[in-house]
């Protein structure tokens, strides 16, 4: 296998490993500075650098990040980026 070979199929590999780790992150329905957002993120992560946001999970967790965002809809009555409140 050449170098260029090797440099590629290890391109290759990361980018899929990336978003293999990314699609086993659950989806989370979040209140974000009062709005409602749908992410595959954890906690830690969507406090990253938001600083003094308030931020709370606000519903449950879900392996397809569309079926968050049906949730939402459902039992919110609301869309992502609509208003809530952490309480």
Known sequence: MSMRSAL???AL???TASVASAQSTPAVVYCVNN???VERATMSQMQSGR???EICII???FDFQPDGVTWVRQNL???VGGSCRCR
Do not use: E, K, T, V
Request: contains cysteine; positive net charge.
């Open 51 to 53: 600083g003094h946001s």
């Open 77 to 79: 009555r609301s869309d």
């Open 8 to 10: 590629l199929f290890a």
């Open 59 to 61: 519903g449950p967790s």
């Open 13 to 15: 590999f990361c980018g």
């Open 35 to 37: 709005r409602i957002m």
